[in-house]
């Protein structure tokens, strides 16, 4: 098990990780999320005793990694596929880390068959794609056969079928009851894999949880509605319809509409009563991105903006339609982040209200709702804001890895 308390690091002025504690548990895929540069590289460094904590503690079966015994064969970690020297071989990479741990040889031989580099094993690795790169960083985190191991964004540049490898390999480790932990900026893949997650935005924890109460947590329930594409005119209408009656709606890419506030038989009566047929009208729960994002809305620090063209665009011919807003882009409250005293969960009514489509004082407000959720425990507070930044000089410089 891996166990971070308290856990703190500063960098001059910069407070990349503060008083992060989680616990990451064998028999598991935990997924570690977070936005760029919230820190999960620096913590995965001072799990792996390459960064020194400012403050707080990180163990790995209970001693901190410089203290580990036999540390190579107990902990295996894969943080950047670049890390090897491009004029050696696959095989002779692992050969020099093998010899270092006191692994035998024809272990290399083993893992290069596990990750598929056996035809490439005496080509020099500077020549390989970014892909074989990242098969050779799992070969060495495998190499001493460890029960704990940490992934930071293994799939990055991975072909689909080398995605779906990795997805199966973390979950055979987790299943022979190994501790695994991975970082990936790939929510769909995610959901896939991990079976929890720990969630950190501006180096603090947003959440620790199993994926499906972090969904269930951070997303509202929604209803999509299609109007027939041939008459995009009953699509505004039912917008004002919607709208009138308390509905929230959003318009989705493809053309649907995306209806929060209102129960589904509620949106079926009022596009009837404006006689506007629908050609769909479902139930929807937020995928795993959804709620990550929003979640952790709130603590993005490279946030893009949309590219106006300015001077650049042609006026549209006469009669011709602006294009369809993208979910998340000029839209700052797409992913709204929950309030905070609902414990995360947006749309979450009072018990005994109605369920998460249910409008107060809508038809059908106070009957028991067909497609409501059931309430899910309140995820983790988040700690306390970060501490103003330390002065340069009581910062801890002297680290050797602060003269990076
Ligand atoms: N050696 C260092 N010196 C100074 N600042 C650093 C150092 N390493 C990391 N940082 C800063 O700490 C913060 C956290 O960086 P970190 O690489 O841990 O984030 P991350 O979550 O892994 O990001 P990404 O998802 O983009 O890989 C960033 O603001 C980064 O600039």
Redesign the pocket.
């Known amino acids: 098990m891996i166990e971070a308390v308290g856990l703190t690091?500063r960098?001059?002025d910069?407070?990349?990780?503060y008083n992060l504690s989680f616990q990451v548990r064998p028999g598991a895929v935990t997924g570690f999320l977070?936005?760029?540069?919230?820190?999960?590289?620096?913590?995965?460094?001072m799990i792996l005793g390459l960064?020194n904590p400012t403050a707080g503690q990180v163990t790995i079966g209970g001693y901190p990694y410089p203290k580990l015994p036999n540390a190579p064969r107990q902990v295996g970690a894969l943080l950047d596929a670049k890390a090897v020297h491009g004029g050696r071989s696959a095989r002779s990479h692992l050969l020099c880390l093998a010899q270092l741990s006191g692994i035998p040889a024809r272990r290399v031989d083993e893992v290069l068959g596990v990750v598929g580099l056996q035809e490439v094993a005496r080509k020099r690795s500077k020549g390989f794609s970014l892909g074989m790169g990242q098969r050779l960083g799992i070969a060495a985190a495998l190499l001493g056969d460890p029960q704990v191991l940490l992934f930071?964004?293994p799939v990055n540049g991975l072909d689909p079928e080398g995605i779906l490898w990795v997805r199966n390999l973390m979950k055979a480790l987790a299943a022979e009851g190994r501790t695994v932990f991975v970082?990936s900026?790939l929510m769909s893949e995610m959901a896939l894999t991990a079976d929890h997650l720990i969630v950190?935005g501006r180096?603090q924890l947003l959440a620790d949880m199993s994926v499906k109460d972090f969904i269930s947590a951070n997303s509202a329930d929604f209803a999509r509605v299609r109007t027939p594409d041939t008459e995009p005119q009953l699509r505004e209408k039912l917008t004002s319809a919607l709208t009138e009656a308390g509905g929230h709606v959003l318009p989705e890419q493809d053309g649907a509409l995306r209806i929060t506030g209102l129960p589904l038989p509620r949106i079926s009566d009022i596009a009837h009563d404006a006689d506007v047929r629908l050609w769909e009208l479902s139930p929807h729960q937020a995928s795993l991105e959804e709620a990550y994002m929003r979640m952790t809305q709130g603590a993005v620090?490279?946030r893009s903006t949309v590219d106006q063209k300015s001077g650049l665009m042609q006026p549209l011919p006469p009669g011709a339609q602006p294009p369809m807003p993208v979910p998340g882009q000029g839209q700052p409250d797409w992913y709204a982040p929950p309030p905070p005293q609902q414990g995360g969960q947006p749309f979450a009514m009072p018990q005994g209200q109605p369920g998460p489509y249910g409008a107060p004082g809508a038809p059908g407000a106070g009957q028991p709702n067909p497609y409501a959720q059931p309430a899910p425990a309140a995820p983790q507070t988040p700690a306390a804001p970060p501490q103003p930044p330390v002065s340069a000089a009581s910062a801890d410089l002297t680290k050797p890895?602060?003269a990076?």
């Open positions: 690091k960098y001059g910069k407070t990349a990780v977070g936005p760029n540069g919230s820190g999960k590289s620096t913590t995965m460094r960064d930071d964004e970082s900026h950190i180096g620090d490279y890895e602060d990076r």
